[in-house]
C-alpha cells in the first residue's frame, strides 16, 4: 500500500512551545487527516480536511491541506505535557474504498 | 460519538493455534470495516478492507488463508489469525466507515502475543 513520509520522526519540546510536523506524499489525496495515537490505543481523530488549500483549527491544534495536494502540516500551539504521543497523517485516496493510508508518524514528548 | 469496539482487548494465544478478534461498530452502522496491524513504534499498515456481505480485499503481501475475515453483518467483523505464529504478535486496529459516508473511527486495538 502507499504510505505517506512525516517529518520530523520524533520531537523533543520544552512545554510551552510550539510544534510543527508535515507530511508528503507521491501521490494525490482528496481527504488528509491527522490523528493522535497514545501506547496502547486506537488512533483519535483530530482535524480533518477535504479541500486543497483548506486551514482547520481544533484547539491549539492547526493543520493545513497542501496545494498540490500532495502534502499537509499540523501546527501545535503551547504545547502541554498531554500533547505526548505519536501524531499520524492520513489520506483518502481519489478512487478505491476510501481506506486511509497512514503516514510513518511524529513521536512527540514534551518536557514541562 | 460514534464508537468502535474491539475485543478481545489483548489475548495471549499459543503457536499454531487460531485467535478471533472482534470489530464492532456500536452506534452506526458500518458497510466497509478496514483491519490494520502495528508493530512496535512503526505506523499502521491496512492488512485488508472488509466489506459487509462479499469478500475481503487484502493488501499484497498479506496472506488471506491466514488472516481470515468475515462481515457478516453491517456492525461487526472479525479477523481471525489462523495457526498463529510468534511473528504474528503485534498490535491489531479495526476501522469503520459510516454507512453512506465518508467518516471513519477507530476501534481501541487488540494486542496479540503468541507465545
Known amino acids: 500500500g502507499q504510505q505517506l513520509n512525516q517529518s520530523p520522526q520524533s520531537m523533543f519540546i520544552q512545554e510551552g512551545e510550539d510544534v510543527s510536523m508535515n507530511c508528503t506524499s507521491s501521490s494525490i489525496f482528496n481527504t488528509w487527516l491527522w490523528y493522535k495515537q497514545e501506547p496502547g490505543e486506537g488512533p483519535v481523530l483530530l482535524i480533518a480536511l477535504y479541500k486543497a488549500g483548506e486551514l482547520t483549527s481544533n484547539g491549539r491544534l492547526t493543520a493545513q491541506f497542501g496545494i498540490t495536494r500532495k502534502d499537509s502540516f499540523l501546527n501545535i500551539s503551547a504545547s502541554i505535557p498531554s500533547d505526548v504521543g505519536i501524531y499520524f497523517c492520513a489520506g483518502q485516496t481519489l478512487t478505491g474504498a476510501n481506506n486511509l493510508f497512514f503516514g510513518t508518524g511524529t513521536r512527540l514528548t514534551v518536557i514541562p | 460519538g460514534a464508537v468502535v469496539s474491539q475485543h478481545p482487548s489483548r489475548v495471549i494465544c499459543k503457536s499454531g493455534t487460531s485467535v478471533k478478534i472482534e470489530c464492532r461498530s456500536l452506534?452506526?452502522?458500518?458497510?466497509?470495516m478496514f483491519w490494520y496491524r502495528q508493530f512496535p513504534k512503526q505506523s499502521l499498515m491496512l492488512m485488508a478492507t472488509s466489506n459487509e456481505g462479499s469478500k475481503a480485499t487484502y493488501e499484497q503481501g498479506v496472506e488471506k488463508d491466514k488472516f481470515l475475515i468475515n462481515h457478516a453483518s453491517l456492525t461487526l467483523s472479525t479477523l481471525t489469525v489462523t495457526s498463529a505464529h510468534p511473528e504474528d504478535s503485534s498490535f491489531y486496529i479495526c476501522?469503520?466507515?459510516?454507512?453512506?459516508?465518508?467518516?471513519?473511527?477507530f476501534g481501541e486495538g487488540s494486542w496479540l502475543t503468541v507465545v
Open positions: 452506534d452506526f452502522q458500518a458497510t466497509t
Open positions: 476501522s469503520a466507515r459510516v454507512a453512506g459516508g465518508n467518516t471513519i473511527y
